[in-house]
Structure formats: structure tokens, C-alpha cells
């Protein structure tokens, strides 16, 4: 007999202790790490969204009766919020970031990066269990000691990559280095659920170049995203009842919601994931734009965007949606709204500009036959 399931399972995100990417800094005191991360997040910034965890040393701080959000036109907001640190909230909080820093004196981080400071190797011994998977090391100065208890813990911890506490580029570059390795692969989706009511067919099903428009995106975008253990590397999106053989697809999970609807349920296929969408009804899209799309990709931002050069608005169905995405997309929906390109309207996205030709959409008969002329 099989055990009884009480929830239903889902591909969860890839998560650590309170983010997807956490490195805890610790061995020194914690205005020295306060310090240094704010050096290597300056350095950073145009790469990555870094965010820092820490714990408030004031014992005189009382849990406010009123939550404030104080916003100053500049871009800054200052919260004081009745608010107890949660991991499954956490994980919802830090979802936007790229690497989130750890006060390794108060929370333990599933990376570290170990500070020798021989005034605090109690502070070390005390903690050496936490130190499982020490990224690098950073000595405060040439006379800092690796501890006997360490070395004797971590025979080969002087193998690890050293750095001096003054060395901020470096150090900020193997952070970067870090970074960059948890950067999501990109799969493709093909929007191909759609009813077509103006073309009175399937747009999926129409041709340009030989075969149906569905069999010729599949082809491009699989010499581009190639399969591996992780996915499938190119899937179509079908809405629920409509059949493709032969093809890696994705059925629409949030029913009646369209190419957002489309997107959410790619997503809960493999949060993970990065996902280039494109409809089939933009013919003129070719494998040089798909290219020039994943060129100027920026994982800092939850998308990178086509926009038409004459146009005011991206287009949310030829874009790189990126996994912090996915909870921005869910919680539009819980306010009401289902259209993607709202959510880029109102959010940090890579806008790629091209000429408006090439991203024109064809959803009449007319239009279907035009655009054959052209493209041939």
C-alpha cells in the first residue's frame, strides 16, 4: 500500500538556510564583517543584488506596536516592522537577491567565508561546526595563525584561496566568481496554447519557413538550449485537452490565464529555471535576436525584455524570465492581475531594443499573408 500524500508535490526552488545563494562571514567581530561586506557590495552592485543578514545588538529595542515604512525620493525605504525571522518567510523576502551575506556570528550560512583573527579563536572554536564548506579565507593581518583545532578539523583548510582583509578587489571578484557559478540555466518555452480567435486557426500550426511555426521554433530554440540532467532544454506550452506528440510540453496549470497563466506554469515545472518564451506569432523573430536576447541577459533583474524601438511598452512574450521572477508573477495574480507585461512595466527589467519589424505580431489572415510575402 502507498503512503498517503497530504500535500501535493512540487519542484521546490533550489534553497539554503534564507536564500537560493548565502555566504556567512565569521571569525571577527561584527563590525568588522559589517564593514567588509558593505566594501565588496559597493564593488558588486552593478552585477549583482546583494543583500545583507544580520542581528541587532540594542537590548532596549521593543517590538514596534505600528509597522512604518518611511520612503525617501531618493530610492531608499527604511522599515521598522513587528517582524520575527522565519526561514520559510525568509526564503520569500531574500527571493529577489542574487547572493545574500551572513552575519556568521549570529546565523549559519550553507557557504562560509572564515576571517582569521587570532583574538577571536574561541569565537572560531565555538563555531566549528558551522564551518562545513568554507569558501575562502581572509587573515586580518600577516600574523593571523590557522588554529590547531581548525587544521586538525580541515587538514587541508591552507589549501583554500587566502586573502589579505585589505584585498577588497580580489576578494569581491571571488565573490563575484561565486555568483556567477549559481547564475539558473535557461530552458525555452513555445506559447502554443492560445485559442487564436482573430486568425481563426491555430498560429501555432501556420507556416513560414517550410513547416508549422510550433515545429519551427522547437528546432531553433533546441540547437540553442540543449538538454542535460537538470531539463529537457525546450518545451511547448499547450492549454489543457490540446495534444503534440513527439515534443517536451508544459499543460497550463493556472487555467484561463493565458500566456501568464503560460509562464507561472513553467515555472512551477522548474523554478530553477530560467525560461526564454516566445509566441508563435512573431515569425520574424530569428535565431540572430534570440541570440542577441541571451547576449544581453542581466540575472540581476528579474527579465531581460524586447522592446520595439518605436514602441513604449516591452514585449513580456519575447523575453528571459528569470526564477525571482516567480514569486513577483504569483503576486500580481493574488492582487487580481494576469498580465505579464504589467509586471514588467512595474518591475527592474533588461530592456533590449530592436527594430520594431522584427517583433510585429501577425494575428489576422491578412497579416498571415503579408508576412509570407515578406519572408520569403
Not at 95 to 103: E, G
Not at 239 to 265: H, M, P, T, W, Y
Amino acid at each position: 500500500m502507498s503512503k498517503h500524500q497530504k500535500h501535493t508535490k512540487l519542484t521546490r526552488r533550489n534553497y539554503s538556510n534564507y536564500a537560493s545563494n548565502e555566504i556567512s562571514f565569521l571569525g571577527v567581530k561584527c563590525s568588522v564583517i559589517s564593514d567588509l561586506v558593505q566594501k565588496i557590495v559597493k564593488n558588486n552592485q552593478k552585477t549583482s543584488k546583494i543583500a545583507y543578514l544580520d542581528a541587532s545588538h540594542n537590548d532596549g529595542v521593543e517590538a514596534p506596536i505600528l509597522d512604518v515604512f518611511t520612503f525617501h525620493h531618493s530610492g531608499n525605504l527604511e522599515v521598522n516592522s513587528n517582524t520575527v525571522l522565519n526561514p520559510y518567510n525568509s526564503l520569500i523576502q531574500f527571493s529577489q537577491y542574487d547572493l545574500v551575506c551572513i552575519n556568521g556570528n549570529h546565523y549559519q550560512g550553507e557557504k562560509q567565508i572564515l576571517i582569521l583573527d587570532n583574538e577571536k579563536e574561541a569565537s572560531v572554536l565555538k563555531r566549528l561546526e558551522q564551518l562545513d564548506n568554507i569558501q575562502f579565507v581572509i587573515k586580518m593581518n600577516k600574523n593571523s595563525n590557522y588554529f590547531d583545532f581548525l587544521i586538525d578539523k580541515y587538514p587541508t583548510i591552507k589549501n583554500l584561496k587566502c586573502y589579505m582583509i585589505d584585498e577588497i578587489d580580489k576578494i569581491s571578484k571571488h565573490i563575484d566568481s561565486i555568483i556567477q557559478e549559481q547564475i539558473p540555466p535557461i530552458q525555452g518555452l513555445i506559447l502554443a496554447g492560445g485559442k487564436s480567435t482573430r486568425m481563426g486557426t491555430d498560429k501555432g500550426l501556420l507556416e513560414y519557413h517550410g513547416v508549422s511555426q510550433r515545429d519551427y521554433l522547437y528546432e531553433q530554440l533546441s540547437s540553442i538550449f540543449s538538454p542535460n540532467h537538470d531539463n529537457k532544454g525546450v518545451y511547448i506550452s499547450v492549454r489543457e485537452g490540446q495534444e503534440i506528440k513527439n515534443k517536451n510540453i508544459i499543460s497550463d496549470k493556472f487555467v484561463g490565464l493565458g500566456s501568464f497563466g503560460a509562464i507561472c506554469s513553467a515555472f512551477q515545472e522548474n523554478p530553477n529555471s530560467a525560461w526564454f518564451v516566445i509566441a508563435t506569432d512573431v515569425p520574424f523573430v530569428d535565431k540572430s535576436l534570440i541570440r542577441l536576447l541571451l547576449e544581453k541577459r542581466n540575472p540581476k533583474k528579474i527579465a531581460t525584455a524586447i522592446k520595439g524601438k518605436d514602441s513604449q511598452f516591452p514585449e513580456p512574450l519575447i523575453t528571459i524570465w528569470e526564477p525571482k521572477a516567480y514569486p513577483i508573477l504569483l503576486n500580481y495574480l493574488s492582487q487580481g492581475y494576469s498580465c505579464p507585461r504589467k509586471v514588467l512595466i512595474n518591475s527592474d527589467v533588461e530592456i533590449v531594443e530592436v527594430d520594431n519589424h522584427f517583433i510585429q505580431n501577425i494575428n489576422t489572415p491578412s497579416e498571415y499573408e503579408k508576412a509570407k510575402k515578406e519572408l520569403k
